[in-house]
Each structure stands twice: as C-alpha cells, then as structure tokens.
C-alpha cells in the first residue's frame, strides 16, 4: 500500500508540471506577440516617416511619434508579461529542484522531504491567476530593455526629425 503523503506529492508535482508548461507556453506566446507587435510598429512608423519626409508633413510625423510610443507601450506591456513568466518558471523550477534534492539524499535527509512539501504547499498554481493587476509602474520591469532603448528610441530620433523636416519645409 502506498503513502498516502506521498501519493499527494505525487498528484501535486504532476500539477506543478503541468503549471511549468503552461507557462512555458505562457512566455512562447507572449514573445511571439512582442516580436509581431515590434516589426508591424516598426513597418508603420517607417512607412509613416517616410511619408511624412516625402510630403513634407509635420501632421505625419507627430503621427510617426504617437505611433512609435503606442507599440514601444504596447511592447513593454508584453515584456512585463514576459518578466513576470519568466519570474514564474523561476519559481516552478524551484520546486523542481527541491523534488531533485528529496530524490538524491531520499530518507538520508528528512529537511529535503520537508522543504518540497512545504513549497508544494504554498506554490501558487496557474501562471494567469498568479499575474498581478497591471500598473503602469510595472512597465520598469518589461524586458529586454535594450530594445526599447535603441529601437524606440532611434524611431522617436527619426520621427522627430521627420516632424521637424514638414514643419521647416
């Protein structure tokens, strides 16, 4: 007859796996999104520039900006989203190298059996009902940074300078 503490582990831990997948698929959706996102803002922004340096149009190119900053926003949320996944599977693979632990030292170390039933115990399942509200203060967390910074940046450079261009000529 089995443990009827371990066949709970055991159910957990198969819910864990499950919790890592969904949030690997989590993190997989949220990228592919953020990589969409990034170059249908970076189409449109140029082909704005371009038209508004074309036609000499200082309307076009604040239009350019306001487009730029809407998907750099709309970018950054996705990678907030991707932080806080990324986040998540930190804290599942913790409870997965516990599960490691209590496997490798078995009886010799009771503390690695109770540490893994501890994190079952608090683990938070579901990486959707994990997320918190969304702030705009969470944008600080999006990542990659240097993406932002360079790409929204020198498209903000340019749609300035497009503005600037029509206002001038």
Do not use: K, N
Not at 95 to 111: A, K, M
């Amino acid at each position: 007859m089995t443990d009827p503490d371990e066949a709970r582990r055991a159910e957990l831990l198969a819910l864990v796996r499950a919790d890592y997948d969904a949030t690997r698929s989590m993190i997989d959706g949220v990228v592919r999104t953020s990589i969409a996102l990034r170059g249908i803002g970076m189409t449109l922004t140029l082909a704005l520039l371009g038209y508004a340096v074309a036609q000499s149009s200082f309307a076009i190119g604040l239009l350019g900006i306001a487009s730029t900053w809407l998907f750099l926003y709309l970018d950054a949320f996705h990678g907030w989203l991707y932080d806080e996944a990324r986040r998540r599977a930190r804290t599942v693979e913790h409870v997965v190298r516990l599960r490691y632990q209590q496997l490798e030292r078995g009886d010799e170390d009771p503390d690695a059996e109770r540490d893994l039933d501890r994190a079952l115990a608090a683990h938070r399942f579901g990486p959707y009902l994990a997320l918190p509200r969304f702030r705009w203060r969470f944008l600080r967390r999006a990542r990659p940074r240097a993406v932002y910074l360079l790409v929204y940046g020198a498209l903000t450079v340019l749609a300035i300078a497009a503005a600037v261009y029509g206002a001038l000529t």
